[in-house]
């Protein structure tokens, strides 16, 4: 993250003002975003043979620096979706079946702090002939804020790893009972029982499934619009959450042979000395992947996150964080590949992959 204007903070002081200063703030004035000369590179469609195995897939346009495409990186590999185990709706069976057709080589299933779909995930990759990968993504608080953790490629029978997810897990009960009660203050009555509807797995109802009841009891049209409306910070339906800490989830997944990965880093409001903080302090702890290519983020955040991932030696991760037909903008496997000059994150796990 070079050309910051002030060197990064000691990690205790912001540790300490975290919380104080954790307003919105734009992504983009955060100070180390390429200068707009070395943004060369378009996405443009390719349709020629042998290039993109997926009908209608992006392929990076032109550029010397980073939008070269190098051969280690032409896989349609979709390494973050989730299933009816957490908050998609579709059975770890479909969405093999759905990754197969959009031409997804490598796949991995990565419902929230849930492994108890991998079973399933593997045997519908293997069905398909898909190699795959184990998933999950664990939510941990950062300087106050919710991230998540993606492990890829991890003993899913690890015991230390089970106890974690259960343990994360547990609170989400209780979060959903007092968002609830949030939301019939402002006149909307049975929002927990109505979410449950929703719910595959009771352990894991999560602000999605609240998304969808009010979506289906007509109080608001999309899920998007339920969450700037109620489910936000300062909104109605908001409850804070403490999860795991950063070392807890990262040392699972390396405790289980797998790899850490920081899942969509753009979505996060970090100021630039709190987002530097989460790339150092997850490197420290033994973190050593992070999102370049995901269904969340711009072209202009592929090519700041492929400078983030240089800067701090970490391999890139592509996903497209697939929930549902429905409410997801990006399919499986239709994403650009990673740009050249980056290390995938399979280079890592290759004796990892089933
Ligand atoms: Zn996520
Ligand atoms: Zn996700």
Not at 9 to 24: D, E, F, K, M, Y
Not at 58 to 65: A, E, I, N, S, T
Not at 97 to 113: I, M, S
Request: hydrophobic share 40%; charged share 20%; glycine share 12%.
């Amino acid at each position: 993250m070079t050309g910051r204007g002030a060197g990064p903070r000691p990690v205790s002081v912001i540790l300490a003002t975290a919380g104080i200063h954790l307003q919105a703030r734009s992504r983009r004035s955060t100070g180390w975003i390429p200068a707009p000369d070395r943004v060369e590179g378009r996405l443009r469609r390719n349709d020629g043979p042998g290039r993109a195995k997926t009908p209608g897939a992006l392929d990076w346009g032109v550029g010397p620096k980073i939008f070269a495409v190098s051969p280690k990186n032409i896989l349609n590999a979709d390494l973050h979706c989730h299933s009816v185990v957490s908050d998609g709706t579709l059975s770890p069976e479909a969405l093999a079946e759905r990754a197969k057709l959009n031409g997804v080589e490598l796949w991995a299933l990565t419902d929230h702090d849930e492994v108890g779909g991998q079973q399933r995930a593997l045997a519908a990759a293997q069905a398909q002939g898909m190699r795959y990968l184990t998933g999950a993504e664990i939510s941990v608080t950062f300087a106050g804020e919710t991230v998540h953790i993606v492990g890829l490629g991890f003993d899913a029978d690890d015991l230390a790893l089970r106890q974690g997810l259960l343990a994360t897990r547990s609170g989400r009960r209780e979060r959903a009972q007092e968002m609830s009660e949030g939301l019939a203050q402002v006149g909307i009555r049975g929002a927990y029982e109505g979410a449950l509807k929703f719910v595959g797995n009771p352990e894991l109802i999560s602000r999605t499934h609240f998304a969808r009841f009010l979506v289906e009891s007509g109080v608001c049209k999309e899920t998007n619009e339920v969450f700037r409306k109620y489910l936000t910070e300062g909104k109605p339906g908001y409850v804070p959450h403490r999860w795991a800490s950063l070392h807890n989830a990262v040392s699972w997944i390396t405790g289980a042979q797998g790899v850490a990965v920081i899942a969509h880093p753009a979505r996060y409001k970090f100021t630039p000395n709190e987002e530097f903080a989460l790339f150092s302090e997850f490197k420290a702890h033994g973190g050593q992947a992070v999102e370049v290519v995901t269904g969340s983020h711009s072209v202009q955040e592929y090519v700041r996150y492929a400078e983030a991932a240089k800067e701090f030696g970490l391999a890139a991760s592509r996903g497209s964080d697939f929930h549902s037909p429905d409410e997801s903008h990006t399919d499986l496997g239709t994403l650009p590949f990673l740009p050249g000059e980056l290390t995938p994150v399979w280079e890592l796990l290759a004796d990892r992959i089933q």
